[in-house]
């Protein structure tokens, strides 16, 4: 089956430390995201990638990095430098189209910072 | 930038009433409104979208209607059941950006049976 698989789903993390998330995708979709939940703010938009080796910066991108150096893949690094990092954090993908975009998401990964 | 507020940030009916959630858009280049609902531990599903030459759309019981002019759009979800019950998002897009959707701050349904 396609789908967008998000690791690990649950991840502790102390304070100074970086953490990887992992988003995979098999769906062949060009575009990639990162979206940040937190409760009463919706989804706000941390990174995209339209190609592989292109990204771009999304609304909230302080203490955020990423990379797009394969089609399939799109990790999202937490630096220490993030200052409210605990949230539930989802992936999603889309084809590249300038008009409608159905994202696909995965089912997210949750992190608390101890 | 795109703004999105939604409202009511929480909603609960009866089952087999109606829910409107309603969705105001600050960007008027904006053209593409989806829809998406999450349900307990999952990601965000889409379950209608609308465009901006169409003022209304329905799939069986969820609609959902688009005022440009006021730039407000609305999902209506009618004959509720226990499986609505989720949270729900509403999005905007302008038609010259690439996948960047606007999400509103969600909604939680709760239908009781």
């Known amino acids: 089956d396609g789908g967008i698989t998000q690791s690990p789903k649950y991840l502790f993390r102390k304070e100074g430390q970086n953490v990887t998330l992992s988003c995979e995708q098999n769906?062949?979709?060009?575009?990639m995201y990162w979206y940040r939940q937190d409760p009463g703010q919706g989804l706000r938009l941390i990174y995209y990638?339209?190609?592989?080796?292109?990204?771009q910066k999304g609304d909230i991108a302080e203490g955020y990095s990423v990379s797009r150096e394969k089609k399939e893949s799109f990790p999202l690094t937490v630096t220490s430098a993030q200052k409210n990092p605990t949230a539930f954090y989802l992936c999603?993908?889309?084809?590249?189209?300038?008009?409608?975009?159905?994202?696909?998401f995965g089912a997210g990964s949750r992190l608390t910072v101890l | 930038g795109e703004n999105v507020e939604q409202h009511p940030s929480t909603l609960s009916v009866q089952e087999g009433d109606s829910a409107v959630i309603k969705c105001t858009y600050s960007?008027?280049?904006?053209?593409?409104f989806p829809w998406y609902k999450q349900e307990l531990g999952k990601g965000p599903q889409l379950i209608i979208d609308?465009?901006?030459?169409?003022g209304e759309k329905k799939d069986q019981r969820i609609a959902v209607t688009l005022n440009k002019t006021a730039k407000h759009f609305s999902l209506h979800i009618t004959e509720t059941q226990p499986e609505d019950s989720a949270v729900y998002f509403c999005?905007?897009?302008?038609?010259?950006?690439?996948?960047?959707?606007?999400f509103g701050q969600g909604t939680i349904l709760t239908v009781h049976p």
């Open positions: 999603a993908s889309s084809t590249r189209d300038l008009g409608a975009n159905v994202l696909t």
């Open positions: 769906l062949n979709h060009d575009a």
């Open positions: 990638s339209q190609i592989v080796n292109d990204f």
């Open positions: 960007d008027s280049a904006s053209n593409y």
């Open positions: 609308i465009r901006s030459n169409v």
């Open positions: 999005a905007a897009k302008r038609g010259t950006s690439y996948g960047k959707l606007t």
